[in-house]
């Protein structure tokens, strides 16, 4: 096997941003100076945090929805990159990944505000238009508008992106052999020093705990995980999940404890898995296999937990 060059320094670079943290480890030629490009990383991530957080009242993204409807809206090119991916993302899956649950997130206390019943009420079984039927995108004008009330949310997609930004960073810099993160969304290119993939955990889906389950291998690949057992609330002696069930309104029911999904992009990983953890099993192979993505769904039996690999061999 290939091994990479011996004059190539190994780097660990890390930095907080949306709440959590970053993550880049790669090899450079010894005479490179890693402070630029620790310096490049965290404004990639932190610009996609400016533009596209929920919990920032200035954001881009809040801007937009906080306009008029049929007003356009000037937006960066990044968050129309994101928007215009998300949209195609719904029209796909039918719906089941939808970034227009804004105010459904918000009513169960999963974004900035606190949990509202009176939200819950208003929110919770009402039909509702998706948001690829309301929301146009001018994508030579960079513009967006609302066609009717629309509450935009990004976080089944923002972090991923996030995580691809990191990486074209690194290509800027001419580094090909590394591993970037965000939270549970990883990016692979290239190889480690020894010539073999690298290697990322799938977690096993414990409330109190972290450890690994199953490990994956990623060369030039992403990987994104959507569960049930990070970001939850309590009620009524049940866990809900963050992750929301565009045609209820409200949190799923009965998921999966989570859903591992593998692509050539991280924004594209990111997305699809919240996709699959609302559709499930049956409808994800379908989608899998017609768009040439891996997923890996792991439900719990009593305390053990069980995989299903589904798409492509991993």
């Not at 290119?189 to 409330?207: C, K, N, Q």
């Not at 109190?208 to 995980?225: G, W, Y």
């Not at 594209?268 to 296999?289: C, H, L, N, P, R």
């Not at 891996?294 to 798409?311: K, M, N, S, Y």
Request: charged letters at 20%; a negative charge; proline letters at 5%.
């Amino acid at each position: 096997m290939l091994k990479i060059p011996i004059d190539l320094v190994r780097h660990a670079l890390n930095g907080p941003t949306m709440g959590t943290r970053w993550s880049a480890l790669f090899y450079a030629p010894a005479a490179i100076d890693p402070e630029p490009i620790r310096a490049a990383l965290a404004e990639s991530v932190d610009a996609v945090d400016r533009q596209m957080s929920t919990w920032k009242p200035e954001s881009d993204l809040m801007r937009l929805n906080g306009a008029p409807v049929g007003t356009w809206v000037s937006i960066p090119s990044e968050l129309m990159t994101v928007l215009e991916k998300g949209l195609e993302i719904g029209r796909l899956s039918n719906g089941a990944f939808d970034i227009g649950m804004g105010d459904v997130v918000s009513a169960w206390g999963f974004g900035p505000n606190e949990v509202s019943t009176q939200a819950i009420h208003a929110t919770l079984g009402k039909e509702r238009s998706l948001a690829h039927e309301l929301l146009e995108l001018d994508l030579d004008a960079l513009s967006v508008r609302k066609l009717a009330p629309l509450a935009l949310d990004l976080s089944g997609i923002a972090k991923g992106f996030a995580v691809d930004q990191m990486m074209a960073v690194l290509n800027r810099f001419e580094i090909t052999d590394a591993l970037v993160g965000l939270d549970g969304e990883m990016r692979g290119s290239g190889v480690r020093l020894d010539g073999r993939a690298w290697t990322v955990a799938i977690e096993r889906p414990d409330y109190e705990t972290r450890a690994p389950l199953s490990m994956i291998e990623l060369t030039d690949a992403a990987v994104a995980t959507s569960g049930d057992y990070r970001h939850w609330i309590e009620t009524g002696g049940k866990r809900l999940s963050h992750t929301m069930d565009p045609a209820l309104g409200g949190p799923l029911q009965d998921t999966p404890a989570s859903v591992t999904v593998l692509a050539k992009t991280c924004m594209q990983a990111d997305a699809w898995a919240t996709a699959f953890m609302v559709s499930g099993q049956e409808k994800s192979a379908i989608w899998a296999k017609d768009l040439g993505l891996t997923a890996v769904f792991v439900h719990r039996d009593g305390d053990e937990v069980c995989q299903l690999h589904i798409g492509m061999p991993i």
